[in-house]
């Protein structure tokens, strides 16, 4: 995958993710409360805020030129990886009493996912300080 591939992948995935994030929290704030306790509400909020934040951090990581792109991808990926752990989990543990059945087993995905956003950022950071 060339340069500009690379910044488009992250930018088109960034918007994507943006636009689901706007989705779920409607959903969140109109739909999910009809179907769960006030503190599933909340949590599913938690998973939507973070989702978004990372959105707009691609959509700014793929315009990032002066970021060199084997960095910019790998951020991409501990990001993605990050939001699909940590907000998915957060999803599904939400929603798993209107779905009639228990997800707390997958409860540990929640950390993971959040070490996997820290490390992006971590990545990020030592990006930004390797530009010359």
Not at 76 to 103: H, K, N, P, V
Request: hydrophobic share 55%; proline share 2%.
């Amino acid at each position: 995958m060339n340069k500009t591939e690379v910044n488009k992948t992250i930018l088109i995935t960034g918007a994507i993710l943006g636009l689901l994030a706007v989705l779920l929290g409607a959903f969140g704030a109109h739909g999910l409360e009809k179907i769960v306790d006030a503190k599933s509400v909340d949590s599913f909020k938690t998973g939507v805020r973070y989702q978004m934040y990372h959105a707009i951090v691609c959509v700014i990581l793929g315009n990032m030129s002066v970021i060199n792109p084997v960095f910019r991808k790998r951020i991409f990926y501990f990001f993605m990886g990050g939001i699909t752990l940590f907000s998915g989990s957060i999803y599904l543990l939400a929603i798993d009493e209107a779905l009639g059945i228990s997800l707390s087993s997958i409860g540990f995905i929640t950390p993971l996912g959040g070490f996997l956003l820290i490390f992006g950022w971590i990545l990020f950071i030592v990006a930004i300080g390797k530009i010359k």
